[in-house]
């Protein structure tokens, strides 16, 4: 009899949790200014990993966590807990201290951040200017914003239902891959949580790239992810790329039909909609169904080595 691990089973939490309510959007911008003052703090303190992957947050059973974050003698942790509403910093020598996220400005958010890691003895500084005004909306350092804000509680609830879930799902995806990938993790630069397959290829251009870039975009990959809208897309959705971008990209269908290919100046996505995920009857698999097609399509037309480009599903492993 063959065995199915229970976290393969069709689940409906994308269907309960519409993100698209009153405010959304100025919702959105709020958390992501969040997002880039705790991955700032993580960022400046946190050992350097290969692709960036030292600034990035994670998905936790509450929220957003920075994680563990070496700090002299021992370690501490940042956690947005979009539950309570609150956020906590814990050390690990037992000593801990949490602020509301419901603050009258940024820069009151950043104050009571920075005045409670010193009064536990964390001293830390950041560039207080918001990393790519573009995406953020802000040219105001945050230590400077007094601007006054709302902090939406059902907002911060459902993207964060909607990102445990994609969580998942992204975990589930990467088990099926034999190569190199990166952790799933929430960058706060673009704001979108994340999953990375690597080919194994350097890319040997980089002419024109800045220093974090070239980073970035070393070698060869296919991503795939979630956002909760930008200025291209401003809706939530999910998506696929590849880099270095191969030619006739598009040419294929993806999986399922409502899934589509975006084409713009910084190349070719594969979108599907968080709507459009809603409405299918297993959602679940369906992101699992698109992410697939995106992939095959994509390593298929790179030229990626074929033992990287099979995948199986988890429950291959647990005959």
């Not at 309960?16 to 700032?40: C, M, P, S, T, V």
């Not at 939530?236 to 790329?241: E, K, M, N, T």
């Amino acid at each position: 009899m063959e065995t199915i691990s229970s976290i393969e089973q069709p689940v409906d939490q994308y269907k309960e949790n519409d993100l698209q309510i009153e405010g959304w959007r100025d919702a959105r911008h709020l958390l992501h200014l969040y997002a880039q003052i705790i991955g700032k703090i993580r960022l400046r303190l946190h050992p350097k990993l290969n692709h960036w992957w030292h600034a990035t947050l994670a998905i936790s059973t509450v929220g957003w966590t920075t994680g563990i974050i070496p700090y002299k003698e021992g370690c501490f942790e940042i956690e947005l807990n979009f539950i309570d509403h609150v956020l906590w910093i814990r050390k690990s020598d037992g000593l801990g201290q949490h602020i509301n996220l419901n603050q009258p400005s940024i820069k009151m958010f950043h104050d009571t951040l920075f005045d409670s890691l010193k009064s536990l003895g964390i001293e830390v500084s950041i560039d207080e200017m918001p990393f790519d005004e573009s995406k953020v909306k802000s040219h105001i350092l945050f230590n400077k914003d007094d601007r006054p804000i709302t902090y939406n509680p059902d907002f911060s609830y459902n993207l964060w239902k909607v990102q445990l879930e994609t969580d998942i799902t992204l975990q589930i995806f990467k088990g099926r891959f034999s190569g190199m990938s990166s952790p799933v993790q929430l960058f706060w630069h673009e704001f979108d949580l994340s999953l990375t397959f690597f080919s194994g290829r350097k890319v040997l251009s980089s002419n024109g790239m800045d220093k974090i870039s070239k980073e970035a975009y070393s070698h060869e990959f296919i991503s795939f992810g979630f956002w909760a809208g930008d200025d291209n897309i401003d809706e939530p959705a999910y998506y696929s790329c590849v880099y270095p971008e191969p030619k006739n990209l598009s040419e294929e269908q993806l999986i399922p039909l409502e899934a589509f290919w975006n084409h713009q100046e910084t190349g070719t996505t594969a979108i599907l909609t968080y709507r459009d995920l809603q409405n299918s009857p297993d959602p679940r698999q369906s992101l699992l169904d698109f992410m697939e097609s995106a992939f095959m399509v994509g390593s298929r037309k790179a030229k990626w080595d074929k033992d990287l480009m099979l995948l199986r599903p988890l429950n291959y492993f647990l005959h």
